[in-house]
């Protein structure tokens, strides 16, 4: 099974600031769907970013990017301008593209971001 | 709205007492999931299913079943609750092909007492 690595369970950055979450996978897979989930303290599950294995070009979603390196099998969540609201905790997740189990996901420990005003 | 509907959203219960926690999704999504979720594990899966009548194994089944009658609903059952089921458990449901995200439901906090 693929297996997915938050290596950080906390950081903190200076409101305003940039920061990065590191995100590391291990796959025998090419083709395959990487995502980024934010969990506030109300516990919902938000989809903040998603990449797909195929594109090189870095997926953006207004202050949030992502630095995705193939080869390392590395995907890694910038924040740009923190927020407030940024604060939360933040799981990376992948997705397998094998059909016969449903494509299935699997998700990293996650990293808890504090936000310091 | 589309949306993923858990109930409850709190759930205290005594070791032994057999409970349900729903799930139902709005969005014709054929891949539904349970999750639960501990500090320093992430989220781990309980059991999925790809569509309707067909479900099968995450990685911790064990205590928890499941069934898909109709292609909405996805409830999660604990036949006789332990203490170390008390969890964050969360339900999903997604597309199964092209990529598509998952959709979670926002969550039931269970103590099994």
């Known amino acids: 099974a693929q297996t997915v690595t938050q290596s950080q369970p906390e950081m903190s950055v200076q409101e305003a600031e940039t920061v990065t979450l590191s995100c590391t996978y291990d796959t025998s897979e090419s083709d395959y769907y990487l995502f980024w989930y934010k969990q506030p303290p109300s516990r919902q599950m938000i989809l903040v970013i998603r990449q797909e294995a195929y594109k090189q070009q870095n997926a953006t979603e207004n202050r949030f990017s992502v630095n995705f390196q193939k080869a390392a099998k590395s995907f890694s969540l910038k924040i740009s301008d923190s927020q407030l609201g940024d604060a939360a905790m933040y799981f990376c997740?992948?997705?397998?593209?094998?059909?016969?189990?449903?494509?299935?996901?699997?998700f990293g420990t996650g990293t808890s971001l504090t936000v310091i005003p | 709205e589309a949306q993923v509907t858990q109930n409850p959203r709190y759930l205290i219960t005594v070791t032994g007492k057999k409970l349900t926690v729903t799930c139902s999704q709005n969005m014709n999504h054929e891949y539904m999931s349970w999750y639960r979720q501990d500090p320093g594990l992430g989220l781990r899966q309980i059991y999925y299913?790809?569509?309707?009548?067909?479900?099968d194994k995450g990685d911790v089944p064990e205590g928890y079943k499941v069934s898909r009658k109709e292609k909405r609903n996805f409830p999660l059952i604990l036949e006789s609750p332990s203490p170390n089921q008390t969890s964050l458990y969360f339900c999903?449901?997604?597309?199964?092909?092209?990529?598509?995200?998952?959709?979670f439901g926002n969550g039931t906090r269970l103590t099994v007492t």
């Open positions: 997740a992948y997705r397998s593209t094998i059909t016969n189990t449903g494509n299935q996901f699997y």
């Open positions: 299913s790809m569509n309707v009548e067909v479900t």
């Open positions: 999903a449901s997604s597309l199964y092909r092209d990529g598509s995200p998952l959709h």
